[in-house]
């Protein structure tokens, strides 16, 4: 089905000519450091001014955050610059004091969607409101539990939704801090493709020089915008310090970002591109059959190891595998971290066959 909006929202409303893109702190230092990264902000492509007041840190006795003095800061940044402003919410106490300083658009962070009490508490204290809510995914790559509270928010009848993908916490050393796991945040927008989907670009990164790259690859995928932290002296930020961008940095970015249209309507254009696709459903069609040979001749091997009362896993055999695949893939142009990935899958599937045949 092809993924087409037809709802309006909160964002068609704002009728941008770019993607929206929210910036600021990762977290509110000092008020002085609130106000001088607003006041370079103000005037460029940044639609909302965000800051973290209330910080979830994964070990006790980092800064947790100014706390609800941050929120003063921030109606500060409104009067002074005009920018609206937006910060992190995990609790009922959270919303009723942002709401009470009227800030202008609330997200909820990936610690919190994880958990579905704390994602109902926060909707019934956000019932009935139209400020602008944006859930984060959870920090575990669990689709349905992202869109579970999305659906709580839904429930308690807050109209102005949107979600934010800021990848996902994994167990395995990547060049990312949470790695994006792309397919997952495009199922999500098959799954809404009404709701507008922001890219975090920071968080999954963890790392200022891939920042550019990872927003890319997001408007590639048709993401309406981008939540990137910004701060006048990211190395000496209280938080988050390695993935955070100086204002003209951003600024820098915004303007190299390629805004891609979600189609066009030229014949010679649709032409080329329903032959290429009709390639590809070929090609695709050819690696399923073969996957499916590999794994008929895994049932043998299954066979003949049961018959002799041998392990399903030869950590040697797979060791070789995977090498000489890495390398036939570099020749190919394929990226080692997809080859491992490919191969990882096509080995779990073939042990679940050879499992099946043993113990059968
Ligand atoms: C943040 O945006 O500063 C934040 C804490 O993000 P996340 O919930 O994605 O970790
Ligand atoms: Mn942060």
């Known amino acids: 089905m092809e ?23 990762c977290s509110a230092e000092t008020e002085e450091q609130v106000l001088r990264i607003a006041n370079e902000l103000k005037d460029t492509d940044v ?23 941050g929120l003063k800061w921030l109606q500060k940044v409104k009067s002074e610059t005009g920018m609206k402003t937006c910060t992190e919410v995990a609790n009922a106490a959270h919303v009723k004091l942002a709401l009470e300083h009227d800030i202008d658009l609330l997200w909820i962070g990936a610690r919190s969607t994880v958990s579905p009490f704390i ?9 009935g ?29 807050i109209k102005n939704l949107g979600a934010i993908h800021r990848g996902f916490s994994t167990y395995e050393k990547t060049k990312y801090r949470n790695i994006p796991e792309w397919q997952l945040a495009i199922e999500f927008q098959n799954k809404f493709p009404d709701l507008p989907l922001i890219n975090d670009p920071s968080h999954i990164t963890g790392n200022r020089e ?3 790259d990872v927003s890319q690859t997001a408007l590639d995928l048709n993401f309406d915008g981008l939540m990137i932290e910004t701060h006048f002296d990211p190395d ?18 915004m303007k190299d970002l390629k805004i891609r249209k979600e189609s066009d309507t030229e014949a010679e254009y649709n032409s080329q591109l329903s032959n290429l696709r009709a390639q590809i459903d070929v090609l695709d069609s050819q690696l399923i059959d073969m996957l499916g040979k590999r794994m008929k001749i895994s049932d043998g091997i299954g066979a003949l190891k049961k018959q002799k009362n041998v392990a399903v896993l030869q950590s040697n055999r797979w060791n070789q595998i995977l090498g000489a695949m890495i390398l036939e893939g570099e020749a190919k142009g394929l990226s080692e971290e997809f080859v491992l990935r490919m191969f990882k899958a096509i080995h779990q599937e073939s042990i679940n066959h050879q499992e099946k045949i043993i113990n059968a």
């Open 3 to 25: 993924n087409s909006k037809q709802m309006r929202t909160w964002l068609d409303d704002m009728k941008l000519d770019h993607p929206l893109v929210i910036a600021g702190p």
């Open 47 to 69: 639609n909302y001014y965000r800051a973290g007041i209330w910080k979830p840190r994964t070990r006790p006795g980092m800064f947790e955050g100014v706390g609800a003095l």
């Open 119 to 127: 994602m109902q508490e926060i909707a019934d204290a956000l019932a």
């Open 129 to 157: 409101t139209d400020k602008i809510v944006l859930v984060k995914n959870p920090v575990n790559p669990d689709l349905a539990l992202w869109l579970g509270g999305i659906e709580r928010l839904y429930t308690a009848d």
């Open 210 to 212: 891939m920042i550019f």
């Open 236 to 253: 000496n930020a209280w938080s988050d310090a390695a993935q955070q961008v100086t204002p003209s940095k951003l600024i820098q970015i």
